[in-house]
């Protein structure tokens, strides 16, 4: 169950990120589902030193994560295009 839980929070977590930065009509559902997740363990290395991804899904939790995949997708950008949008 908590493997379903991941795919679906993290493809909440990309597509929200991705709506943020202007990137949604380029990411499908999959790399949505990427974007979170490894944006989820990005921003616990940011934020909590690694241990985000060990809490219970709170609020924090997410904002933590969608903080993360916004960082990424920025990242993303910028090596992509030169820019950030």
């Keep these: 169950m908590g493997f379903i839980l991941w795919l679906v929070v993290g493809g909440v977590i990309g597509w929200l ?17 990427v974007v979170g997740i490894v944006g989820a363990f990005i921003g616990g290395l940011i934020v909590a030193g690694g241990s985000i991804n ?4 709170t609020v924090t939790s997410f904002l933590v994560s969608l903080l993360g995949a916004v960082v990424l ?11 950030l949008r």
């Design 17 to 33: 990120a991705s709506m943020i930065m202007r990137t949604d009509a380029q990411q499908g559902v999959f790399l949505n589902i």
């Design 54 to 57: 060990n809490a219970p899904l």
């Design 73 to 83: 997708l920025g990242i993303v950008n910028l090596v992509r295009r030169g820019s």
